[in-house]
């Protein structure tokens, strides 16, 4: 068994930041060597896809993406509400979790029940495969932000998903975005910036440097899982240009894994 430490996006509040420990049953699954080099593909005409999923490194706002997507037209894209093996609190939002009992979630992560799941102060979190199932029974794309070791589980003939890499842009392009921001930030708090602490500039560009570097062993390790790279340099482009490429599905020949159509 190995342990992967790292953020599972969607899986947890947005207003927390948690890291979970992600256990693989089988280190074979998960193994780079085990990637996909090459798969026969053929022209096929337009047709929609079941699922719609982001890829990339923590930091490129790929459930921004998601969210705008669902309220630009909910009747036509919806996600996934997670599992967890926690207590409801008082504080809990409705419709936040789906709550399981441990041991049944256990059993259920066993059995590949589970898409993607991992352990967050000793309680688990998950995302089913029959959750994804429900989304697209209702007719709608299944809009999913997972991790990328998850790609090999749904990229197959029952899920057909469109997979789109939210590539991080260079270093000076981001330090562009992280000023802008900070700007924004200071503007609202009706205070004067502290964009001039070296300390706190210092730390700003290695958590920058760590998206890049993020951002480039995804796009080398998982590359031919992708069907489109879009480069979030500007949100709004590029939440455009994600738009563009879905409508496109229906309207447009596309190159698939003939294995989806056997």
């Keep these: 068994m190995i342990n992967i430490c790292l953020v599972v996006c969607g899986l947890i509040d947005r207003r927390k930041k948690k890291r979970l420990l992600f256990n693989v049953k089988d280190s074979s699954l998960f193994d780079k060597g085990d990637i996909c080099l090459y798969e026969e593909v053929a022209r096929m005409p337009p047709f929609a896809r079941k699922c719609l ?13 998601k969210s705008r997507l669902i ?22 939002e409705l419709n936040t979790y789906y709550y399981m009992n441990r041991n049944e979630m256990e059993d259920e992560i066993e059995a590949g029940g589970f898409l993607e799941h991992g352990i967050y102060d000793e309680h688990l979190y998950g995302i089913k495969f029959d959750s994804v199932r429900r989304v697209i029974q209702s007719g709608k794309m299944c809009v999913l932000d997972i991790e990328p070791m998850a790609l090999k589980l749904i990229c197959n003939k029952e899920f057909m998903p469109y997979v789109v890499f939210i590539k991080a842009p260079n270093m000076d392009h981001l330090r562009y975005i992280q000023y802008n921001n900070d700007k924004q930030k200071a503007s609202k708090m009706k205070t004067k910036s502290n964009m001039s602490n070296n300390s706190s500039l210092n730390l700003s560009t290695k958590d920058l440097e760590q998206i890049v570097l993020e951002s480039d062993a995804l796009e080398r390790d998982y590359h031919t899982y992708f069907d489109l790279t879009l480069v979030a340099e500007d949100i709004d482009k590029t939440f455009e240009q994600l738009v563009r490429a879905v409508e496109a599905l229906s ?3 596309q190159w698939v894994n003939v294995q989806w159509f056997s």
């Design 251 to 253: 309207a447009e020949p």
């Design 71 to 92: 309220e630009l037209d909910p009747d036509r894209f919806g996600t996934i509400k997670p599992h967890t093996s926690r207590p409801l609190r008082d504080s809990d």
């Design 53 to 65: 999923l982001l890829i990339g490194a923590h930091g490129v706002r790929r459930r921004t993406l």
